[in-house]
DNA sequence: CAGGGATCGTACGGATTCAAACGAGCGCCG
DNA sequence: CGGCGCTCGTTTGAATCCGTACGATCCCTG
């Protein structure tokens, strides 16, 4: 959006192209804005606070779930982190080997791992979320508290609604034609 | 946010964790709902139109805005992707693997590369658009068409303030430390 | 017209990311 | 109590993704 080509200049863009498509333009503006601004403040915040103690933006999501948590099963985390579990795992594998997360057996059950923060890592997120929280506060500043709450209620209503139904509409779709296998993943043994 | 807890419980954790901090909640909840809804699209459109198309978010962005302005120079066509543009030389060449892209010398410009959608790409985004719209429809679904501009104006704010402010922002939250180097990164030659 | 600085796309290194496969462990049911 | 199905975390393969370094090219100035 920035650079190159006003926004108006997009909109004629898109318009010349798809004029005679029927297009739902509301829609189509509050996705890509939705997508733009999450990329635009993950950027903003890995570049400035994450950036000195060496975090990506998902390293940190997942340290606050479990400092917030205390101690969390894996799947646990990964959910409320929104990432999957093989991800995860490699992040774990990173922030542990740095001394800040700990991973632990589940008293009952041999299957699950629970995870911890270090006495390390419990310092660190002290002084790392006032800050996050404060780039959080920049990142909202041109929002009266009223809209940056309309704001939140919108979009939570976006994601609990895909959460409530975005299961069986990709069935329907997919219905017809069941999709080929990724590309990527793990291939059967032989 | 689904599943394990409910957005109270967390509420909770979070009071009890940070009671004595002092946090910009609306704020706080802003800016995480934005990213945790743009995970949330992301996923649905993968799982459904883009799947079976075997295409990325990031390889049908790129698609997309090479096929509005029919022909753009790579460092643009990053800008407007929100990519960095290591990161669209490989999806590049990906997509120019599959016939859906070409790559292109600039008349008068040696350094320059342009980019243009091949007639199978042409084919292909004639028929990905309107399914990927309908999915886009679909997520807005729960908003008024007014909420839905509503949203788009706000995130519209964000997006236009962090391109004007968050450089600078950037810079003096750095100035006292300027930060070390990324643990990534291609390695000077010795 | 020589050369130094700026810009462009690419190569590279390390970390992340997902989907699928896998193995270990749990629990129900006969 | 034995086995079958389920759940969990990890592994694996391919593709992204970013930031930095680099070589090529352009442009400006002396």
Redesign the pocket.
């Known amino acids: 959006m920035t650079g190159h080509h006003t926004l108006g200049e997009t909109e004629q863009a898109i318009q010349r192209r798809l004029g005679d498509v029927p297009i739902r333009h509301e829609a189509m503006m509050a996705v890509s804005n939705i997508y733009r601004a999450a990329?635009a403040i993950r950027?903003h915040v890995?570049?400035s606070v994450l950036r000195r103690a060496d975090?990506?933006?998902?390293?940190f999501v997942v340290l606050w779930v479990v400092w917030i948590w205390e101690e969390m099963?894996?799947?646990?985390v990964?959910e409320e982190a929104?990432?999957?579990?093989?991800?995860?795992?490699?992040?774990?594998?990173?922030?542990e080997g740095r001394g800040l997360l700990e991973?632990h057996q589940h008293a009952?059950?041999?299957?699950?791992?629970l995870l911890r923060l270090t006495a390390e890592g419990e310092t660190l997120m002290c002084d790392l979320f006032p800050a996050f929280n404060a780039e959080e506060s920049f990142v909202a500043a041109p929002l009266s508290t009223e809209e940056s709450a309309s704001l939140a209620r919108s979009l939570r209503a976006i994601v609990e609604h895909l959460e409530a139904d975005g299961d069986d509409r990709r069935q329907s779709l997919l219905a017809g034609s069941p999709?080929p296998?990724?590309?990527?993943?793990?291939?059967?043994?032989l």
């Open positions: 990329t950027q890995e570049g975090l990506t933006w998902t390293a099963e894996t799947r646990h990964a929104g990432i999957s579990k093989g991800t995860l795992t490699g992040v774990v594998r990173t922030l991973r009952t059950d041999g299957r699950l791992v999709p296998p990724r590309r990527s993943g793990r291939r059967p043994r």
